[in-house]
């Protein structure tokens, strides 16, 4: 029988954040940003591995414990020059069967909930093509022209953005990416396939963190889930 498995992408540099560590290892609310995305995955009852996709040369990742996790966690270091190499590659280095599900989660996205989680889950399982989280665009959307002015408003109606985890059978992903390697998605290479993957509304809350500021945009995320499940699990009086 298929399983669910989750790849976390985590072998990249980070260049936007202009700092000297691995936006990955990143400390958010008390711990590396990367622990936060693993912490959920591993959490989650109906996902059997996660695999970790590292760059051959990385110094950080065995410099914390990650023994809580046990045989679930896999590490593997074969990532890429890109993000879709990092994947090809880490679905490669897996060896999962055709059929399994693999949910690809960038390390960069700590504020995952298990409850977004358990929703693609649900909503994909049955699915022939499979899906991503995302959310639809709120903002006004302006083209810019060469001088960075204002060519065009271009309509926001049925645009979304794109969020991971992106949920696929790892076969049809293997194939996808071995045609379509210029992508910064595994949909888009789905989509290449002539594919329609679904939109799974996720929330704005699960955004990737690539500027400094959202650090700490982050960081006030996950301190108030942390408090909200304190208090929940405090006795009523
Ligand atoms: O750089 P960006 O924010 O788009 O990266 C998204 C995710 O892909 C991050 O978790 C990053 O570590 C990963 N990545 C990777 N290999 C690369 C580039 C990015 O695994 N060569």
Redesign the pocket.
């Known amino acids: 029988m298929s399983g669910f498995h989750a790849l ?5 540099f ?1 260049a936007r954040m202009g700092h000297e560590l ?1 936006k ?1 290892y990143l400390p958010i609310a008390g711990k590396p940003m990367i622990a936060h995305a693993l912490d959920t995955l591993c959490a989650c009852a109906e996902i059997a591995t996660v695999f970790v ?1 590292l760059s051959p040369g990385d110094t950080q990742f065995h410099t914390y414990d990650w023994s809580r996790y046990g045989e679930k966690l896999q590490p593997l270091f074969c ?5 879709a ?2 994947v090809a590659n880490g679905l490669l280095a897996s060896e999962l069967e055709a059929d399994d599900w693999v949910l690809v989660h ?3 996205r700590p504020c995952l909930t298990q409850s977004l989680l358990n929703k693609m889950i649900t909503e994909l399982r049955d699915d022939a093509v499979g899906g991503i989280l995302a959310v639809p665009v709120a903002d006004t959307l302006k083209r810019a022209d060469a001088r960075q002015r204002i060519a065009a408003t271009e309509p926001r109606e049925g645009l979304w953005q794109a969020q991971t985890p992106q949920m696929f059978r790892a076969g049809l992903l293997v194939e996808a990416l071995a045609r379509c390697k210029n992508v ?1 998605d595994e949909a888009s290479a789905v989509e290449a396939l002539g594919l329609q993957p679904k939109l799974v509304p996720g929330d704005s809350g699960n955004f ?1 963190v ?1 500027y400094p500021q959202d650090v700490v945009l982050a960081e006030l995320l996950l301190k108030r889930e942390l408090q909200d499940s304190h208090a929940a699990s405090l006795p009523l009086c």
């Open positions: 976390v992408p985590a072998a990249g980070g691995p990955q996709v990532g890429g020059a890109t993000r190499e990092s960038d390390a960069a910064t990737k690539t």
